[in-house]
């Protein structure tokens, strides 16, 4: 090889390293500066930290897999979703929850990243999960939140808890008696499933929940979260939670019932029964709003949720009252 050459060919080596260290710098300064301005806005808004995805081992050997955000030492609110979400179900609340909170949203047994078993898919089961985690965490003075599904958790825990929780909130949900019908009930399409679940069920499962718009990238991740759920854990819900209506009086903490009058699942009836049998039940109806509420107005819901934990009235907006 000619010298001429060699020196022509390293100095073309050498200039294109130049301009390629050159472009990874300007784009790893324009990163950072996005990263600063994104870190920025959010202290700016009070927006929350970013959510911490773990895990956790019920003494049965189950793993649960949960996220935390907010303040260790602060008041803890416990989120519960419902038939075929996750934790994903309260994605709209969580930046809307100020950090001096402690929240936690579990995914319960059979669905998303959390164990799936082949049985064990009463409300009793699901309460002894959420009882173990509480009690592995130290949780205790907890206000614990749950939607459809998550709600009847979210009931049976308090029918059974003494030590753990203050007060209790039950979203889109229904007297303490659920029972399929073979041909009316949502319930007893879940039977009928199987591996791989249809994203047409997915989709039209998810959509059934809602009557107000939600954003496209939330409904989309919301539909995903149904399809992982395995046909065993659907056939397990089919079953229903047959809790005699009584139970209910067993509650004694402050519950506050949030209810969308579009509910496609659970009827005004349904909300005065439940009402007027919790012992110290605060009612709040949201016009023009479905099932799955805190998807269609988190605002609304998280500002509720907040005086309710802090021991301020609920309500004010059309549809608020404290009995139904």
Not at 206 to 233: D, G, K, M, N
Not at 262 to 267: G, L, T
């Amino acid at each position: 090889m000619r010298p001429s050459y060699f020196a022509s060919r390293c100095f073309r080596l050498l200039f294109s390293a130049f301009w390629f260290l050159t472009f990874v710098a300007a784009s790893s300064a324009f990163a950072q500066s996005l990263v600063g301005e994104r870190v920025a806005a959010r202290a700016a808004s009070g927006e929350q930290d970013e959510l911490t995805s773990l895990l956790y081992k019920t003494k049965a050997g189950l793993t649960l897999n949960y996220v935390q955000q907010g303040d260790p030492k602060g008041r803890v609110i416990v989120l519960l979703h419902g038939a075929g979400d996750s934790w994903h179900s309260y994605d709209r609340v969580f930046p809307l929850i100020p950090k001096h909170y402690r929240v936690y949203a579990i995914t319960l047994r059979g669905h998303g990243l959390s164990d799936h078993p082949e049985s064990g898919f009463s409300s009793a089961d699901f309460a002894g999960d959420i009882l173990d985690f509480l009690d592995g965490m130290k949780i205790h003075h907890a206000t614990l939140v749950g939607h459809s599904l998550g709600s009847f958790v979210a009931q049976k825990v308090a029918e059974l808890d003494t030590d753990h929780l203050d007060r209790l909130v039950l979203i889109g949900s229904g007297p303490g008696l659920v029972k399929p019908s073979t041909e009316t009930s949502v319930l007893s399409a879940f039977s009928r499933l199987q591996d791989p679940i249809p994203y047409t069920f997915a989709r039209d499962f998810q959509a059934s929940t809602i009557y107000h718009p939600v954003p496209a990238q939330f409904f989309e991740l919301w539909v995903a979260e149904a399809q992982r759920v395995p046909a065993s854990t659907w056939h397990g819900l089919g079953q229903g939670h047959r809790e005699p209506v009584e139970e209910l009086k067993k509650i004694r903490i402050p519950t506050l019932v949030v209810w969308g009058e579009k509910d496609s699942i659970f009827s005004r009836a349904d909300q005065e029964l439940l009402v007027s049998t919790l012992p110290k039940a605060t009612f709040s109806a949201y016009p023009e709003t479905g099932h799955a509420l805190h998807w269609e107005r988190p605002e609304r819901f998280a500002r509720e949720l907040l005086a309710f934990v802090q021991g301020r009235p609920v309500g004010g907006g059309v549809g608020s009252a404290s009995r139904p």
